[in-house]
């Protein structure tokens, strides 16, 4: 069964998911893999492995530390298209669709598909939504792209609707990394009422309360990042991943 194909059965059982996210500049291949490792026994769903500026060649030996520790699915989270690892088991092949720059609406795709048509890396298409957080996060910067205002709720609904007929496979709403403000509940309300593809959630989500409540807001999948840079951040990702079954 493919990567995706799990996600999509869990999903159409209405089984809530956890993610992690590893950005390779900020955790060594070593102590990435002793958080997998733990991430796993806790039940945490998958692991994605990402960021602004790492290399491609970075982020083989990073997952390659990671897979001999767990047998989690590893899904490559790229920033652009340099970041293609072949021993990654998939990647999120997605658009900036809430930005008007054509680069990461489509450019970058098109500089990636022929080397993952030649992996046996699986793509999973998903259409990226920034939402503004508060702060100038890295992927706003890098990306040369405006986020979603946070009260304008119909807009955000109108590019997810969009993006799932243009056939993407998820929706990801993300507050960007370091965000001072997570995505608003009532935005995942209406994005989640508006589509019937599994619906990502990230970005400023720092503990298991906030978690809950993306979770009853309507998110089918949270990911949280930095949580696991602070001190407390095991413990918070242990609360997370059983709320699923809350």
């Known amino acids: 069964m493919s990567v995706y ?16 996210l590893l950005d390779p500049d900020d955790f060594s291949a070593k102590s990435a893999a002793n958080i997998v490792k733990t991430a796993e026994e806790f039940g945490v769903d998958a692991v994605l492995v ?9 982020i083989e030996n990073f997952i390659a530390e990671i897979k001999s520790s767990s047998k989690l699915p590893i899904i490559l989270f790229p920033g652009d298209a340099s970041q293609i690892a072949n021993n990654a088991d998939a990647i999120l092949f997605m658009s ?42 890295s992927v706003e910067f890098m990306s040369n792209t405006r986020p979603l205002p946070r009260e304008k709720i119909d807009i ?55 978690a809950k409540q993306k979770f009853l807001a309507g998110a089918d999948i949270l990911v949280t990042g930095n949580l696991l840079s602070y001190s407390n951040g095991l413990e918070e990702m242990k609360k997370i991943a059983k709320l699923k079954s809350q």
């Open 5 to 20: 194909q799990k996600i999509k059965e869990k999903y159409e059982k209405k089984e809530k998911q956890y993610f992690i």
């Open 50 to 58: 990402g960021g602004s500026l790492v290399r491609g060649d970075c």
């Open 96 to 137: 900036l669709v809430s930005g008007r720059n054509p680069d990461f609406l489509i450019g970058q795709q098109v500089k990636g598909a022929v080397r993952i048509a030649h992996s046996k890396i699986e793509p999973i298409s998903m259409a990226y939504m920034l939402v503004e957080s508060g702060v100038t996060t």
């Open 156 to 210: 955000a609904a109108a590019h997810a609707l969009a993006a799932q007929f243009l056939g993407m496979s998820m929706i990801y709403l993300e507050a960007g990394s370091g965000a001072k403000l997570s995505v608003p509940d009532e935005m995942i309300s209406a994005v989640k009422n508006s589509v019937n593809i599994p619906l990502i959630v990230g970005g400023g989500i720092r503990n298991a309360e906030s």
